[in-house]
């Protein structure tokens, strides 16, 4: 997008905070993400670090995304996802793409619906306890209500993932990308399952694309190195 070629690091930070800032939501919207990350050391999150001294307001645009809510409609929710995957994209700083980042993962906890956000809700309480039998039956709700919900498809992904279930747990994955192309990570479960299973071609084709979508994505361009060196000469 032409709106975001000139944009700083420090206006990008300054436009996500705001964006984040703007969706901050209830208890649903505060948990993590699960992922299957198969012989994965867990990512360890950078310290952030300090802003410098604002020397002049904030953009005008990072003022008005600061006062705006949740988005209301289906067309505002896909229109402030695309702006900020624009943004991730071009994120020149890994600080810039940490923020962006959780102002995206706080849109896709937002169905829109109370009764699917405590659904949610409830299946990450359950994942959390360990319940996976429970959560299971609370996401199996959740794509029935919501089919086009694409964080319950990955959510119910990592439980068919810890479940053993490689095939469901691939089929979810897809489908939640089938929804949201630019899903980071729907993207990341996708390529490391597929790793895991030794399909090497495919695994790396889905690590490119998830560093077209966040750049910064930790571990993605050193398996991408690895895989490449794997698959060389395999007509890739």
């Known amino acids: 997008m032409s709106i975001m070629s000139n944009r700083t690091p420090r206006a990008l930070l300054a436009f996500a905070l705001a964006v984040l800032a703007g969706v901050c939501a209830g208890p649903a919207a505060q948990a993590q993400t699960p992922q299957p990350q198969p012989k994965q050391p867990p990512q360890q999150s950078q310290p952030p670090q300090a802003a410098p001294p604002q020397t002049k307001s904030p953009p005008p645009q990072a003022q008005a995304e600061k006062r705006s809510t949740l988005p209301k409609t289906p067309a505002e929710r896909e229109k402030m996802l695309s702006d900020l995957y624009a943004l991730l994209a071009t994120a020149d700083e890994e600080d810039s793409a940490k923020a962006i980042g959780e102002a995206i993962e706080r849109i896709w906890l937002h169905s829109g619906s ?10 990450l309480k359950a994942v959390s306890e360990k319940k996976l039998d429970l959560a299971m039956k609370l996401l199996d709700h959740v794509v029935a209500l919501a089919p086009d919900f694409t964080e319950a498809w990955n959510r119910r992904a990592y439980v068919f993932f810890v479940k053993s279930d490689v095939a469901q747990a691939l089929g979810d994955l897809r489908r ?19 790793r895991e299973i030794g399909q090497k071609k495919a695994a790396l084709k889905a690590f490119r694309q998830l560093l077209e979508v966040h750049p910064h994505w930790a571990g993605a361009k050193q398996a991408v190195d690895e895989l490449e060196r794997d698959v060389d000469g395999q007509g890739i």
Request: glycine residues 4%; without cysteine.
């Open 176 to 194: 939640a990308l089938a929804l949201d192309p630019n899903h980071y990570k729907a993207l990341d479960g996708l390529a490391q399952i597929l």
């Open 114 to 123: 109370a009764t699917i956000d405590l659904l949610m809700e409830r299946s």
